[in-house]
């Protein structure tokens, strides 16, 4: 993590260890199981330290390890101290932080405080049902209407009300998530003091940051149904780091569905204290139906998408800091999505990993990301194992929808396309387990997996090695001012990078037709190739012929 002292240039903003970092989101459930239970865990995850390592990988984001009655995979807490069973013990646990850090990798847990589960102590003392239990109050509950309904319509985002009766104690309970996870009161200042004495417990651990789930939620006004960017979101936060990490050199970055670049600088801007950066999904959700969402996504739309990604880029060029991903535990895979896992998914997910590792910010890969798994092909519900998934296709066959249409858009957009087995070896169940997976495999293992990828210099893993390598060397590319070009061709991203006398090009063709493009006046597509997803092209012509897919980086000092 100390690579930032090669980038002392005098004149360069204030640098911070995770500048240069490029981060890896690992889904504990899937990514290598030691045991043979069919479920990954923590001593797999030791195991694949090394491969992490050659990748380049500076921190690892590890989504829930926490004891959890596992209703939504882990993101269901019932025990903030302690580690599921079936992903091993707080020794395992503290193994792998000092096996990450002999490697210089940290270790970013998720932090998942909007909610815990129905299972956690809290919320079984909470709804005994004696409103003095002094648990009462961490959740939030609201007596029903006349009609015995509920306080309002607010819904969850898994599908159907956000408010559950509780017969116990007569009252209604919220949830913006499962019905087994209940929100957390921010409002009462006890949650918040044990919120913060269990991040402190984490952070003398030895763990290297948080990531936080729907943290832009913990503001809320229930009863005025707002959710996100309550009235109290900002001062938690500070509050939140004053009280645990913001006097240790951490890593934060916030999970915030509605963040704008304008809210981001209020979470990532270095006077007020709050984030290191947070994910937007603004990229994510334009490509999503009115009426169905993800459940019918729209095709790409490149000109869009490049007005988003250049927006953000613009609006955190001084202050704030970008966070970088295609994918993660939520998402389609990258490859399946934004570029042609069917046609050309080698040169599209090396085309794709291009773009977004040349931006500013910190990129995040996720699992898989880095040899190119796709989307898998279930042709039933019944292999569907995610909660928001099920739920849905229940929602949407109730209102009408035929199956085969839902089980179409869950092909492209279920959570579980990100969530079947880490592909490792053209052996049984793809190398991930000695048993029988918790999820299918997808089929495609044989073709696609690690092994193979680490082997061939020519593979996406390798390209992805070099990008990585690339953010370490070339100040450029982590502050280098970014501009667009050609931003109204649908099929071209073309962008440039400068800092001082550097300017680095980035040209990339989305589609699999080739491309014909002029070069604009102002840039210069002369200098050393940095990156290229065909064999390097002559450089200097003021015209350029694309292959499909093709992408490429010029360096010009
Ligand atoms: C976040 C997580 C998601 C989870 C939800 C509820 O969006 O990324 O996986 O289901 O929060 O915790």
């Excluded at 109050?137 to 006349?146: A, E, N, Q």
Aim: hydrophobic share 35%; glycine share 8%.
């Amino acid at each position: 993590m100390d690579q930032i002292t090669a980038l002392t240039e005098p004149g360069l903003p204030l640098k911070e260890w995770w500048h240069t970092a490029t981060a890896y989101q690992i889904y504990p459930r899937s990514f290598s199981d030691s045991d043979g239970d069919g479920i990954g865990d923590i001593a797999g995850i030791i195991s694949r330290l090394d491969y992490l390592k050659n990748l380049g990988i500076d921190v690892i984001w590890l989504s829930p390890i926490y004891r959890s009655p596992m209703d939504d995979n882990g993101y269901d807490i019932s025990d903030y101290r302690a580690i599921a069973e079936e992903f091993g013990t707080l020794d395992d646990f503290d193994r792998l932080v000092a096996e990450a850090k002999a490697r210089g990798i940290g270790i970013i847990l998720d932090l998942v405080v909007n909610h815990t589960s129905d299972e956690h102590p809290w919320f079984v003392q909470s709804r005994t049902g004696v409103q003095d239990n002094p648990y009462r109050d961490f959740y939030i509950w609201r007596k029903p209407l006349t009609d015995g309904g509920p306080p309002n319509d607010l819904q969850s985002s898994f599908g159907g009300p956000a408010w559950t009766f509780d017969e116990a104690s007569g009252e209604y309970y919220l949830h913006l998530f499962s019905r087994r996870q209940p929100d957390l009161n921010w409002e009462n200042p006890r949650v918040r003091a044990e919120i913060y004495s269990m991040m402190n417990w984490w952070i003398d651990r030895g763990i290297a940051g948080f990531r936080m789930d729907v943290i832009d939620y913990i503001g809320k006004d229930a009863d005025q149904k707002i959710v996100t960017d309550g009235p109290q979101l900002h001062t938690y936060l500070q509050e939140m780091n004053a009280a645990t990490y913001g006097h240790r050199d951490l890593l934060t970055v916030g999970e915030t569905w509605s963040a704008t670049p304008q809210t981001a600088m209020l979470y990532s801007s270095r006077d007020r204290a709050e984030l290191s950066m947070v994910f937007q999904f603004e990229h994510v959700t334009l490509q999503w139906d009115v009426l169905y969402g993800k459940w019918r996504p729209k095709p790409l739309d490149l000109v869009a998408l490049k007005t988003v990604l250049g927006k953000w880029q613009r609006a955190l060029e001084t202050d704030g800091w970008n966070s970088l991903f295609w994918g993660n535990h939520d998402l389609p895979r990258a490859v399946s999505r934004y570029g042609d896992a069917a046609g050309y998914r080698v040169e599209s997910a090396k085309m794709l990993a291009t773009v977004l590792h040349l931006l500013k910010g910190t990129p995040f890969v996720y699992q898989g990301e880095e040899i190119g798994m796709t989307n898998v092909p279930f042709t039933t519900i019944e292999q569907y194992r995610d909660i928001e998934t099920l739920n849905m296709h229940k929602l949407h066959l109730d209102a009408g929808r035929l199956a085969d249409d839902f089980l179409k858009g869950a092909n492209e957009s279920s959570r579980d396309n990100a969530r079947t087995p880490m592909q490792w070896s053209n052996e049984a169940a793809g190398g991930f387990s000695s048993g029988i997976p918790w999820i299918e495999v997808n089929e495609n293992y044989k073709s696609i997996n690690a092994a193979d990828s680490v082997a061939d210099t020519s593979s996406i893993w390798h390209h992805y090695r070099r990008l990585i390598a690339l953010r370490k060397t070339h100040p450029v590319i982590v502050y280098g001012k970014f501009e667009s070009w050609l931003d109204d061709d649908p099929n071209v991203f073309v962008y440039s990078r400068t800092l001082g006398t550097s300017c680095l090009v980035v040209i990339a063709n989305f589609k699999p037709q080739p491309q014909s493009i002029e070069i604009p006046a102002d840039i210069r597509i002369i200098g050393v190739c940095l990156s290229h997803n065909y064999e390097p092209r002559e450089l200097g012509a003021p015209r350029l012929e694309l292959k499909p897919y093709e992408a490429f980086a010029v360096l010009q000092t």
